[in-house]
């Protein structure tokens, strides 16, 4: 089993930045690769940012490719997103993303609100 802690959302104003950080505790040895999505009111779940735990390999959504920026500390088990030039089409509730041999975990979600 592994649980996903998450942290970093909230309220900025367009343009503005944010930094979301996903810790994963329990059974992280076998962590594949560790992302984000996210889900506004209405939409799907869509993919935001992924990173592969061992070689780095990092894939973003077209929305976000240049504002955002994925990385990952191994040894913390943890990974972050840097989000910059933020847009109010970002609003979503961020959820965390492990997948760890072959299950997918999630996190609790964590609200972003892009608004002046």
């Known amino acids: 089993q592994v649980q996903l802690m998450e942290s970093g959302g909230g309220l900025v104003q367009p343009g503005g930045s944010l930094r979301l950080s996903c810790a994963a505790s329990?059974?992280?040895?076998?962590?594949?690769?560790m992302g984000w999505y996210r889900q506004a009111p209405g939409n799907k779940r869509e993919i935001v940012a992924i990173?592969?735990?061992?070689?780095?390999?990092?894939h973003y959504a077209d929305s976000v490719k240049g504002r955002f920026t994925i990385s990952r500390d191994n040894a913390k088990s943890t990974v972050y997103l840097q989000m910059n030039s933020l847009k109010p089409e970002d609003t979503a509730v961020y959820y965390c993303?492990?997948?760890?041999?072959?299950?997918?975990?999630w996190g609790q979600g964590t609200q972003v609100t892009v608004s002046s």
């Open positions: 990173i592969t735990f061992i070689s780095g390999s990092t």
């Open positions: 329990g059974s992280t040895s076998n962590i594949n690769a």
């Open positions: 993303n492990a997948y760890v041999g072959s299950r997918h975990y």
